[in-house]
């Protein structure tokens, strides 16, 4: 589904990302690990089109995208939520997860049904679908967000750090909702720098560690890696 072959990142003059690769396949979920400051967002800010790589290329369902707009990908599904539970504050929940389904009309068309399964998903976003979004909690903004980028019925779906800041219970519970969205066939690429709670749910990684792609594999093979358990999980 997505093909990403030597891209390298500038900021200014100075690379930050360089001669990354890899791929998703459809139905995975594919998890891209390392600290924060790594590169991810990065990545995905690339991959949106929001930023442009100097060299490599970007395939999407078969198709060339390094050089297409922002507003391209978003329409062929490649779908990103930003990293920090960006949302419209003064809008009400409701209103928030509509704007998921806004710019792709075969989401629109299907937001009646998508609304009732993100309901199903996320509870407590029922319960305050009339409030104004500013007044959720920090895990239940995460919970919006999320349900916000289901909306838009994405053929591929990109998370940025959904545990950024979240409380350890939340946590559990966002990583429970990206685990059935895995099983009900979404395909997700998962930046996070939470390297065992990633791995739980994941089916493949790869480390990034300082713009470069430094180790990748099965999620059991990585979770047997020595250098793994070092830097990330404490063993």
């Known amino acids: 589904m997505l093909k990403v072959e030597g891209i390298s990142v500038a900021h200014g003059i100075i690379e930050t ?6 791929r998703v396949e459809e139905g995975e979920l594919v998890a891209l690990l390392g600290a924060n400051g790594a590169g991810k967002s990065t990545v995905l800010m690339t991959l949106s089109g929001l930023l442009l790589p100097k060299s490599g290329s970007i395939h999407f369902l078969g198709r060339p995208i390094t050089d297409a707009p922002a507003s391209d990908r978003f329409a062929s599904g490649l779908i990103q939520v930003p990293e920090g539970g960006e949302i419209f504050p003064y809008m009400t929940v409701k209103e928030n997860l509509f704007m998921g389904a806004a710019c792709r009309p075969e989401a629109w068309e299907a937001k009646t049904d998508a609304l009732e399964r993100i309901y199903e998903v996320f509870p407590a976003l029922k319960t305050r679908a009339d409030y104004q979004a500013r007044l959720l909690s920090g895990g239940e903004r995460q919970m919006l967000v999320l349900g916000r980028g289901l909306m838009s019925h994405p053929r591929l779906l990109m998370i940025d750090e959904p545990s950024l800041g979240l409380a350890p219970i939340v ?8 685990a059935v969205m895995r099983e009900e066939g979404v395909t997700i690429l998962l930046s996070e720098q939470n390297v065992q709670q990633a791995l739980r749910i994941a089916s493949r990684g790869y480390v990034l560690e300082n713009g470069r792609i430094t180790l990748e594999g099965r999620t059991e093979e990585l979770m047997e890696s020595e250098h793994i358990k070092r830097a990330y999980l404490g063993l």
């Open 17 to 22: 990302i360089h001669n990354v690769g890899f």
């Open 171 to 178: 946590l559990l519970e966002i990583y429970r909702t990206m």
